[in-house]
Each structure stands twice: as C-alpha cells, then as structure tokens.
C-alpha cells in the first residue's frame, strides 16, 4: 500500500508557475513509474505527465512545453513543475503511482494509488 500526498497547489495568476510536489508513504525506487493526472469541473480525468526516468517521461501534448516532471527516488517524492499557467490549467492535480507499468504500457486496468488531489487555480 502507498500513500500519496499532493502538495503545491494554489491559485496563480494567468502567466504565473506553480510546483506541485507528491510525497510517498513509501520507497518509491520500486515503482516502475508515478505521474501527475489532472481533473477540471465537468471533465474526466486526464494525464499530464508520467516518469519511470530522469530521462523516460511522457507528457500530454498541453503540457510539453510548460511542464517539467521529476522524481526523487532518495526523497520519496514527485514534482511537476508548471509554467505560463492558463485559466484552463484550472484542475485538481492528482499524483499517482504506477508499480507495475501497467499505465505506462497504456492499459487501463492494473496495481495503481492515487493521492488525495491539489487544487489549482489560474485565474486574474
């Protein structure tokens, strides 16, 4: 069992950056890989990036040129950092860890925690 807990969120303006960070209850080496899922009112849930390493990521096409995730396997933790924020960035971020693979080789079904969610906010 791992406990995921998001950190970061707020409210920024149009333009602005936030860091989210993600702590784990547990070691996070042996998790083939974690990421950050984001979910705005009336929407489904979508990915925003995913990590297994510092140089194996996979991000959403709105967020290829804004974000950056990270992974520190010595701190238990994941970041995403966001820039040049936009009102439709409002949502709340989920971290979520992947142990198996299973999403990352995209299935749907598989060994998978969520955190509890951090709200973001983009507004002038």
């Known amino acids: 069992q791992v406990q995921l807990v998001e950190s970061g969120g707020g409210s920024v303006q149009p333009g602005g950056s936030l860091t989210l960070s993600c702590s784990a209850s547990?070691?996070?080496?042996?998790?083939?890989?974690m990421g950050w899922y984001r979910q705005a009112p009336g929407k489904q849930r979508e990915l925003v990036a995913l990590?297994?390493?510092?140089?194996?990521?996979k991000y959403a096409e709105f967020a290829k040129d804004r974000c950056t995730i990270s992974r520190d396997n010595a701190k238990n933790a994941i970041y995403l950092q966001m820039n040049n924020l936009k009102p439709e960035d409002t949502a709340v971020y989920f971290c979520?860890?992947?142990?198996?693979?299973?999403?990352?080789?995209?299935?749907?079904?598989?060994?998978?925690?969520w955190g509890q969610g951090t709200q973001v906010n983009v507004s002038s």
């Open positions: 990590i297994r390493t510092s140089t194996d990521l």
């Open positions: 547990t070691s996070i080496a042996p998790i083939y890989a």
């Open positions: 979520h860890a992947d142990p198996h693979g299973s999403f990352w080789f995209g299935m749907t079904t598989g060994l998978q925690y």
